[in-house]
């Protein structure tokens, strides 16, 4: 009789959550990409510079594919799986660029974001949870200066008025890579990176602004090399996790040079701030800048590293084109390389929306690069 009722009630169950729930509309959508290029003498660019380097044949045929999945229950439900194909080399059968030898069949599939969009109903709090694409604010210079890029992290956008809003993220870039050693190092001990971001876009009549901060902490095996007992680097490289970015970004310039007798021993704290802003008052001329500055600091003072960079540009508008004036100043290193660096720090400001050739293809490629969470679009679905 208690197996039953047990049924019963299971039964129930499952039709009051049936009943509950909503169709979910999928909707697909993608890029498909060839490149057919032909160079010579590489050389003379000391390679890559003009989509080709030495160690490539002349003759070269590539394809990438993107396709974006999106999957809508309703207004407050939603989500996204974003997949990359390539980009592959026509007739190379190993990774990471091939898959594209006869036969066909190879790994070649990459996640590039999966996420979570919800609306807390009855308000304008939007959440995002996953891999998703996030990046600071940009009004001057060609793209972020600090950090962007795909990256796992909660995203939390709220709009307050017509004039104000506010978004804020938690991301973990870094974590559980470390395999330590044999000198007793713990696996994963000490080996994660989080960040912390907040953003206040203002907008006014001709006038946006958008002050932002950002807060860093990196444990001091999330760079290491598991080889040694002293701190070292990887290449660019981190435990197989491309790293080169972060690495190049959060310490001096070939800090590996250097004499580091004692490996980390503490997390390291970085911190940023900045503004950006614009001005379109006086059409047709926009006036717009970017300033940014970091801080990085370690338990060994020689890889501490803190600058700051600002842009202006200076834009008059055409009714055929548009003429601009762009001038950047930014902090140097000194001849101190004991002292650490004095340029400013950033984690990453690759964002992935390029070409074969690394050639910027426009701010949206069929709406792909549109759900960007921070940045000139700030709040997440729109």
Same mark, same amino acid.
């Given at each position: 009789?208690?197996?039953?009722?047990?049924?019963?009630?299971?039964?129930?169950?499952?039709?009051?959550?049936?009943?509950?729930?909503?169709?979910?509309?999928?909707?697909?959508?993608?890029?498909?990409?060839?490149?057919?290029?032909?160079?010579? &003498?590489?050389?003379?660019?000391?390679?890559?510079? $003009?989509?080709?380097?030495? %160690?490539?044949?002349?003759?070269?045929?590539?394809?990438?594919?993107?396709? =974006?999945?999106? @999957?809508?229950?309703?207004?407050?439900?939603?989500?996204? =799986?974003?997949?990359?194909?390539?980009?592959?080399?026509?007739?190379?059968?190993?990774?990471?660029? /091939?898959?594209?030898?006869?036969?066909?069949?190879? &790994?070649?599939?990459?996640? #590039?974001?999966?996420?979570?969009?919800?609306?807390?109903?009855?308000?304008?709090?939007?959440?995002?949870?996953?891999?998703?694409?996030?990046?600071?604010?940009?009004?001057?210079?060609?793209?972020?200066?600090?950090?962007? %890029?795909?990256?796992?992290?909660?995203?939390?956008?709220?709009?307050? &008025?017509?004039?104000?809003?506010?978004?804020?993220?938690? @991301?973990?870039?870094?974590?559980?890579?470390?395999?330590?050693?044999?000198?007793?190092?713990?696996?994963?001990?000490?080996?994660?990176?989080?960040?912390?971001?907040?953003?206040?876009?203002? $907008?006014?009549?001709?006038?946006?602004? $958008?002050?932002?901060?950002?807060?860093?902490?990196?444990?001091?095996?999330?760079?290491?090399?598991?080889?040694?007992?002293?701190?070292?680097?990887?290449?660019? #490289?981190?435990?197989?996790?491309?790293?080169?970015?972060?690495?190049?970004?959060?310490?001096?310039?070939?800090?590996?040079?250097?004499?580091?007798?004692?490996?980390?021993?503490?997390? !390291?704290?970085?911190?940023?701030?900045?503004?950006?802003?614009?001005?379109?008052?006086?059409?047709?001329?926009?006036?717009?800048?970017?300033?940014?500055?970091?801080?990085?600091?370690?338990?060994? /003072?020689?890889?501490?590293?803190? /600058?700051?960079?600002?842009?202006?540009?200076?834009?008059?508008?055409? *009714?055929?084109?548009?003429?601009?004036?762009?001038?950047?100043? %930014?902090?140097?290193?000194? *001849?101190?390389?004991?002292?650490?660096?004095?340029?400013?720090?950033?984690?990453?400001?690759?964002?992935?929306?390029?070409?074969?050739? !690394?050639?910027?293809?426009?701010?949206?490629? &069929?709406?792909?690069?549109?759900?960007? =969470?921070?940045?000139?679009?700030?709040?997440? !679905?729109?």
């Amino acid at each position: 009789m208690k197996k039953i009722w047990c049924l019963l009630l299971a039964a129930a169950m499952v039709t009051g959550a049936a009943q509950a729930s909503h169709a979910v509309d999928f909707k697909a959508k993608g890029v498909w990409l060839a490149s057919f290029q032909y160079g010579q &003498n590489g050389n003379f660019t000391n390679g890559g510079h $003009t989509g080709y380097d030495p %160690s490539e044949d002349e003759f070269e045929a590539r394809s990438r594919v993107r396709l =974006v999945i999106d @999957a809508v229950a309703d207004e407050n439900l939603s989500g996204q =799986v974003y997949f990359e194909i390539g980009k592959s080399i026509w007739g190379k059968a190993e990774d990471p660029q /091939g898959g594209m030898a006869m036969g066909a069949d190879k &790994n070649i599939v990459k996640l #590039k974001r999966a996420f979570i969009d919800w609306r807390v109903p009855d308000t304008d709090l939007k959440l995002r949870m996953g891999i998703q694409g996030i990046g600071l604010p940009y009004m001057a210079m060609g793209g972020p200066t600090v950090f962007q %890029s795909d990256v796992a992290a909660i995203t939390a956008s709220y709009v307050f &008025n017509e004039n104000a809003a506010m978004t804020a993220f938690w @991301a973990r870039p870094y974590n559980d890579n470390y395999v330590g050693n044999a000198d007793g190092d713990q696996k994963n001990f000490m080996d994660n990176m989080d960040m912390a971001g907040l953003m206040v876009p203002l $907008t006014f009549d001709g006038v946006k602004l $958008t002050p932002w901060g950002m807060f860093a902490s990196i444990g001091s095996n999330t760079f290491r090399n598991d080889s040694s007992k002293n701190y070292a680097y990887v290449g660019n #490289k981190i435990n197989g996790v491309n790293g080169g970015y972060a690495l190049s970004g959060l310490f001096p310039l070939r800090a590996d040079l250097l004499s580091h007798k004692e490996k980390l021993n503490a997390y !390291g704290t970085a911190w940023w701030g900045g503004l950006s802003g614009e001005i379109t008052k006086w059409d047709p001329f926009r006036i717009a800048w970017d300033f940014s500055y970091g801080n990085v600091t370690y338990d060994d /003072g020689s890889l501490n590293r803190s /600058g700051w960079l600002a842009g202006l540009l200076l834009e008059y508008n055409l *009714d055929w084109t548009k003429l601009g004036l762009f001038g950047w100043y %930014s902090s140097g290193d000194d *001849d101190n390389v004991g002292n650490g660096s004095e340029r400013l720090p950033t984690v990453s400001n690759d964002y992935g929306h390029c070409s074969f050739s !690394g050639t910027f293809m426009g701010p949206d490629i &069929n709406g792909l690069e549109r759900d960007r =969470v921070i940045g000139n679009n700030l709040v997440p !679905g729109t």
